[in-house]
Structure formats: C-alpha cells, structure tokens
C-alpha cells in the first residue's frame, strides 16, 4: 500500500530551527514535493526533491533520502507567519500522494 | 500572477441535491486534479484529467464525477450530494512537463450537505 507519515502537530519559537520529518512507503517513486499550507487558504510549493541530498532555499531546506524513504523540511529562524500546515507528497508512478500534514505553531 | 478559480469560497447544500463545483486556471495548463481534504486524513486525490475530455479515476472516486469540455474548466459533480461529502474541495492544475511539475492550488470550496 501506500502510505506516507508525518507527525500531526509541532511548535517552537520564533527565531528557532524546526524540522518536519516525513517517512514513506510507495510503490513508485518520482520526487518529493512539500507545499505549505496557512489555514484557510491554498497549499503553495516550497520545495521538490528527486535526489538524495539537501535542497536549499532561502530560510527553507528539504532533504531526501530514497533509500531510507525519509524526507524533512528545515525551517531556520522561524517567524510568526511560518505558522502553518506543512504538507509532504510523494510522487508515485502518475500522481502525487499527500500526506496528512504537519501543524506548525510559531510562539513569540 | 498565475491563478487558480474556485466559483465558490462556501457552499451549503441539502442531500440528494446535484452540485456542480467549478475550477478555471488561467496558466494553460494541460493537468487538472480535484482533491478533497479532511481532518486527520490529507489530500485525497478524486479525479484528474491530462486533456480536453479526458477523465481519470483517482483514489477516491466514489459519488462523483468530472467534467472536461475546454482545456481552462474543469468541474467536479456532485450527482447525489450526501453527508459524507461535506468537506474541503480543493481544485488544482499543473502543466505537462513530468513529475516535478508542481500543482498550483485554487482557495478550496467549503462544502456542507446537510
């Protein structure tokens, strides 16, 4: 089956460094996308992955590891608006796979 | 600014009621998804379709189906609403380059059948 894990809820301070981890089990594998989402509104692209290795981005870092199935998200000097839900997708043979997201909480 | 257009923003309806859900995006893209995401259980994928008139079944296709007749509109139908159905309904469209095509999303449709 497919199924892909991440934890439900997370928080830190502003200012810090979180990471959200994501582990998979998929039968196909064609990249790792994660997309935030701020509640109420549209999930956004932040990042894809297809080979092992850290993908930088500004703030944001992800990371894969396909022999692992394990993926995570670094988010360095944390803001308020950084509170939001951060969804991880696996992209199996012809369509993107989600997971249920994890809930960050950014605290002053 | 590329866009993603849901119709509407919140929907209520009764069960047994035909609803018609709406999507227009503006980028040409080929790709168009309908996904509906719940508490507790993410994204779930409903139908897709690559072209004009073309339909795929997703994960969950059960009690719904889509409409495709012009490259920029792709609608999802609702044929007899039911309870289980209340949910978020999020549109999306990709463009046909391959796996590392990311989706833009439309701001989803807050449906509630009663």
Wanted: proline share 2%.
């Amino acid at each position: 089956g497919q199924n892909i894990d991440q934890p439900t809820e997370m928080t830190a301070t502003e200012g810090a460094i979180v990471q959200i981890n994501c582990t998979y089990q998929t039968s196909g594998f064609n990249g790792l996308f994660w997309y935030q989402q701020h509640a109420g509104e549209a999930p956004t692209f932040l990042s894809y992955n297809v080979l092992d290795g850290l993908e930088e981005k500004g703030r944001f870092s992800s990371f894969l590891s396909r022999s692992k199935g394990y993926s995570y998200l670094l988010l360095k000097e944390l803001q308020m608006k950084d509170s939001a839900s951060y969804l991880c997708a696996v992209y199996n043979t012809d369509k993107l796979i989600f997971g249920t997201g994890t809930r960050l909480q950014v605290f002053p | 600014d590329v866009k993603v257009t849901q119709s509407s923003r919140y929907l209520v309806k009764r069960t047994g009621e035909k609803v018609f859900l709406e999507c227009v995006q503006d980028m040409d893209h080929e790709n168009m998804f309908w996904y509906r995401q719940d508490p507790g259980l993410g994204l779930r994928l409903i139908y897709f379709s690559y072209d004009v008139k073309m339909k795929e079944k997703g994960d969950i296709p059960e009690g719904y189906s889509v409409s495709r007749e012009k490259k920029e509109r792709f609608s999802l139908i609702l044929e007899s609403a039911s309870t289980n159905q209340t949910s978020m309904y999020l549109c999306a469209s990709s463009s046909l380059g391959g796996a590392n095509e990311k989706l833009f999303f439309g701001s989803g449709t807050q449906l509630s059948v009663l």
